[in-house]
């Protein structure tokens, strides 16, 4: 981001300024002291946004209305999370909106919604994630009142409150406010690192919001390839709420993605932040924004739904990309159909023009199954480029102890695995000479050495040829890189045949005129693999840990996957051609469990489990002073340790699928009955009704006892269910946990005076068995001194989980 400069406190009030933003972000993350649900921070950040927001309003020109307000949301629904199905109550979370319009706006008028959320994880000032979304609207929020621009629409600015508990904020906006329905178009804000290049994560419904992205932002980062490697990340975004779930609104997901190590920890902080990120973010916030109000195409909710079902081309994904940034390349499918299929069509027709005419049909065929064998030896040099780094981390863990070692040094992972990916790619060439061509070099007039490096030209040429036509077929977004390559090659081609005329083949000079040609994209590969290698390895230490012993190798397997494949892509072009450390932490969760029956606490351990693939036992060896304190001797084994069950992590389900092998340590409980009265407890206020059909409903009420930092609580509901009072009336898929019987989950959260009333409804006399597990940011004082031991290598989300059983 080193070109991007960022602009100081006295830059002019019609330019963003990233100075200013940082303001707002050292506010919400170091003076605000927490923004999680449940610790009085997150109050005081509303409090914060509200009154920003009303400065502007004060100020604000006749020619603009400023309207604002802070919303009290409520509701349930049911959602698929980390591909597992659950149920979301909540109640009493803060939204805080604004809306600047022109002061002659009707209340209809299509909107633009910008949407960033306030709340922070547990354990992590959210400087980035999602300060840094709060301070760019808000700067932005400036920058439209004292610029004096009036918005030809207006535009709402939505600070939710609750996005980190699984999007219930953004969810709670669509389904209660009377704004929702005005919203023609969208950008959500998102953090998941701590800056670099704020990427286009996802785009749509159809095309329009990316065409005007395209045309507008001034800094473009983002490619329709970023929506293809998406959803195998863990998380989400409120994009999902607006344009997906719960809306068929047209918007943008726009992302920080590098800085990942930082990303849900308490590294989090506004000194990591990347210079010149926020001022890019906001240079194209505001340009889109300016473009989307000025578009013919914005249209309410009334509008789209009154228009005609058109032919599908809307509908359809674009692609498109940045190049370095410099600019946005963008196409529609359709005319990606077209484009895509021009190599195809190129590599099935050159046979025919370079031999047809002069050598005959057959001579032609000879030169296209020769051509072929280039196809496949290209093929089986990717596929080696790739499975030689796997083969290559598969045996270097086995004479090793440290799984994972390049995490805090990408650099060390391309010095592992780029020379075996050149090796993989270059053994085709080597064993060519054994496979006999199927031209005759006499009658070509052509030595065997020509014929060869045209088959090898051309068979590298058809591959990504097909690569490009494929990944269309295919419905995803990243065929452009090898289209890219395709065009390239061709002119690489060109300027090479012409070159041997004057040089000879095997002159310096006639190589370079091949390669000079494939440097742009040679040079775009490599940033956009590095990119996304980049991004894999930071989130590689929040994927979660696998069971072993394979799960101790996958993270190896998968970066040397990818670096195989990005390499050769890099270099595939150029094979006819040839015949420091930094920390990074390591997430550990630490969770105080007190198992309770009827308000005592018959249960009191600490369960320790890690989010990669190095175990706890790594943990305890470089940090014996944490092994010393917990009881833990030298001679540690999972195999005989003490192990703790996945149910024991179900308050924060479904991030326990993350985890295994666990373990679980005796722990005092003196100091929870000293500090709360109550503990949480489920009951039934009032008989159950039984109809005449036999189904049975029981009315429940739950308390959360005195417990006054509660994030989330979590029900797990075992046993005849057939409906309950949540998501109007609609149970989840069922889940199976720990292949116990089928299981609804439903979280609970947000605080009120009140207790939670809900009832549930079995079709069966049978039972009804419930786990309830509510999570409490507040830690003993033997739980906070644990974990203060940790070294700074490692970032402890700690809290306590309190769990308890009933049946009704």
């Not at 005419?357 to 030169?367: D, E, N, V």
């Not at 990005?566 to 420091?580: A, E, F, K, Q």
Request: glycine share 8%; hydrophobic share 45%; charged share 15%.
């Amino acid at each position: 981001m080193k070109f991007v400069k960022p602009l100081g406190f006295d830059a002019p009030v019609d330019r963003f300024s990233e100075a200013r933003a940082i303001q707002h972000i050292k506010v919400l993350s170091q003076d605000i002291p927490g923004r999680q649900e449940g610790q009085p921070g997150l109050r005081q950040a509303a409090d914060y946004i509200k009154s920003q927001l009303h400065l502007l309003q004060d100020r604000a020109g006749p020619d603009i209305r400023i309207e604002i307000e802070e919303t009290m949301i409520n509701g349930s629904f049911n959602m698929m999370f980390l591909g597992r199905s659950i149920s979301l109550a909540y109640r009493n979370h803060t939204n805080i909106l604004m809306r600047i319009s022109s002061a002659v706006s009707e209340e209809d008028d299509p909107a633009v919604l910008l949407n960033g959320h306030f709340d922070s994880p547990p354990g992590s000032p959210g400087a980035a994630d999602c300060g840094s979304c709060v301070a760019s609207l808000l700067e932005v929020a400036r920058l439209v009142v004292d610029s004096g621009w009036v918005p030809m629409k207006p535009i709402i600015f939505l600070f939710n409150g609750a996005e980190e508990l699984f999007m219930v904020g953004s969810h709670g906006f669509m389904k209660t406010h009377r704004w929702t329905k005005t919203i023609g178009a969208f950008i959500n804000l998102e953090a998941s690192g701590n800056g670099g290049p704020d990427f286009v994560c996802q785009s749509g419904p159809g095309s329009w919001p990316s065409l005007v992205y395209a045309q507008s932002a001034l800094f473009p980062m983002g490619s329709s390839a970023n929506q293809d490697v998406f959803g195998i990340v863990p998380g989400d975004t409120d994009y999902r709420i607006f344009a997906n779930d719960h809306g068929n609104i047209p918007g943008l997901d726009i992302i920080y993605l590098i800085g990942g190590y930082y990303y849900h920890t308490s590294t989090d902080t506004v000194e990591r932040l990347l210079p010149g990120s926020i001022q890019a973010r906001g240079e194209n916030v505001i340009r889109v924004v300016k473009a989307f109000t000025m578009s013919t195409k914005i249209r309410n909710a009334y509008e789209r739904e009154s228009l005609p079902v058109n032919d599908g081309l809307d509908n359809e994904r674009p692609i498109f990309f940045d190049y370095m940034s410099w600019f946005l390349i963008y196409y529609t499918r359709r005319q990606a159909m077209v484009l895509h299929s021009i190599p195809v069509v190129v590599f099935i027709l050159v046979p025919f023009l370079l031999r047809l005419s002069h050598l005959g049909f057959w001579c032609s065929i000879a030169t296209f199954c020769d051509f072929i064998i280039g196809l496949l030896f290209h093929v089986t040099g990717i596929l080696l480029a790739i499975l030689v780094p796997i083969i290559f981390s598969i045996v270097r863990l086995l004479f090793s102890s440290h799984s994972m070692n390049w995490f805090g040094n990408p650099y060390l992972a391309y010095m592992m695995f780029i020379p075996p990916s050149v090796v993989g790619l270059l053994i085709p060439r080597f064993v060519w000479r054994s496979f006999p061509l199927y031209q005759d070099p006499s009658r070509v007039k052509s030595s065997v050495e020509e014929l060869a490096g045209e088959a090898r030209f051309w068979g590298a040429f058809g591959q990504y040829a097909l690569m490009t036509l494929g990944y269309l077929v295919a419905g995803l977004g990243g065929g452009f890189l090898y289209f890219f390559f395709s065009a390239f090659m061709l002119l690489a081609w060109f300027c090479f045949s012409l070159s041997i005329k004057s040089f000879g083949r095997h002159s310096l000079r006639s190589a370079a005129c091949y390669i000079i040609p494939l440097l742009p994209c040679i040079l775009y590969v490599v940033y956009f693999g590095g990119v996304l290698i980049q991004f894999l390895i930071e989130k590689m230490g929040m994927m979660g840990s696998l069971p072993p012993p394979y799960g101790y190798f996958v993270p190896d397997v998968i970066v040397a996957a990818i670096i195989g494949a990005v390499t050769s892509l890099s270099l595939g072009p150029l094979v006819p051609l040839i015949g420091n450390c930094k920390d990074a932490p390591k997430r550990v969760i630490f969770q105080h469990t007190i198992q309770t029956d009827v308000g005592r606490i018959v249960d009191s351990a600490f369960d320790i489990s890690v989010l990669d693939s190095n175990s706890l036992i790594f943990l305890f060896k470089h940090a014996p002073e944490i092994a010393s304190e917990l009881e833990i001797g030298p001679d540690f084994s999972l195999e005989t340790a003490d192990l703790s069950r996945r149910e024991r992590w179900m308050a924060i389900y479904p991030l326990s699928s993350l985890f295994s092998r666990s373990i679980k340590v005796p722990a005092k409980s003196d100091a929870i009955l000293s500090k709360y009265r109550y503990l949480p407890h489920l009951s039934s206020y009032k008989p159950p009704m039984i109809s005449d059909v036999g189904s049975r409903r029981v009315y429940l009420e739950f308390s959360l006892g005195s417990l006054e930092e509660v994030w989330v609580a979590v029900l797990n509901i075992t046993g005849p269910l057939s409906s309950w009072s949540f998501a109007e009336n609609v149970l989840p898929a069922p889940e199976v946990i720990g292949g116990g019987p089928p299981s609804y989950i439903c979280r609970l959260s947000g605080a009120g005076q009140k207790n939670w009333t809900f009832w549930l409804e079995a079709n069966s006399s049978a039972h009804l068995v419930i786990e309830v597990g509510v999570v409490d940011q507040y830690l003993v004082d033997q739980a906070a001194k644990i974990k203060g031991l940790f070294p700074d290598w490692v970032d402890v989300i700690a809290f306590s989980s309190y769990l308890s059983n009933y049946v009704f």
